[in-house]
């Protein structure tokens, strides 16, 4: 398991940083219209929810493709239930989501999760293999914390 280093910079390839920028964070809202996450761009959603929830904090995770490998759905699917079981037995609360690109070709199925502390976030996303997370503190714009 590689070491974190700065959750400010990436060893990724170029292109594939400029992927996860560009990548729409989807949320499935209680029952609202689904929500959208972009890195660096503040959400009055997520600012709504985070104030509404009164908690200084959310994470963008998932548990597919670890470290960038893609899987087959069916794998994917039972990391997800691993996740949520993970998350359940820790007491978290969040909403499911769905990362993708602009053209769709690429999903990820995803999650929020209320407030989890960017040091908190970075473990997770460490222990799920992953290359980041976005993360919001309560200005409510998402940021990637790398993980490699």
Known sequence: MPSIQSPNTSQLPAALQQAYR???YRVDAEGAVSQTLRVGERSNWLHQQLSQRSTPAACYLT???PWGA???DAANAERMTALRQALDSNGWQYLNGCGQD???QWREDSLLIWGMDAATALLWGQQWE???VLWSAADAVPQLLWLR
């Open 63 to 65: 548990a597919c493709n």
């Open 102 to 104: 602009a053209a769709n």
């Open 22 to 24: 560009a990548a729409l």
């Open 130 to 132: 992953q290359n980041a």
């Open 70 to 72: 893609v899987l087959s």
